[in-house]
């Protein structure tokens, strides 16, 4: 897909937002999703890069309010304590997987999570 310097740097701060995550909770949302919708009628590829991003940031936060919901109710802190180590992992892994997509974006290539259109 032929893309210009600005659909590259845009598709890769997409895909960066997750980061904003750390600090806000879910400042990365927003980010992305604004992001789609601007691109959405501009550039096919900002569009699908910022769409990748947005549903992999649900796609985290709903695997981590489901630990956090479902540890409590299992046995109580004993697997509280198992699971919060699962949820650490979870986001480490979604982070790296989102900066690997943001290198992508700028080196102009197109880039797909696992189990979101991905290989």
């Not at 310097?5 to 400042?27: K, M, Q």
């Not at 989102?98 to 696992?114: E, K, S, V």
Request: one cysteine or more.
């Amino acid at each position: 897909m032929n893309t210009n310097h600005d659909e590259r740097t845009l598709a890769a701060l997409a895909h960066a937002s997750i980061l904003l995550n750390l600090f806000t909770g879910v400042g990365g949302l927003p980010v992305a999703a604004g992001l789609y919708l601007w691109g959405r009628g501009r550039s096919p590829y900002l569009a699908q890069q910022a769409a990748q991003a947005l549903f992999h940031q649900v796609r985290l936060l709903a695997f981590s309010l489901g630990i956090g919901l479902i540890a409590p109710l299992l046995s109580g802190g004993v697997t509280a304590w198992c699971l919060s180590p699962l949820a650490a992992v979870l986001w480490i892994g979604g982070m790296a997987a989102a900066l690997r997509a943001g290198r992508a974006c700028l080196q102009g290539r197109d880039f797909r999570y696992r189990w979101l259109g991905g290989k």
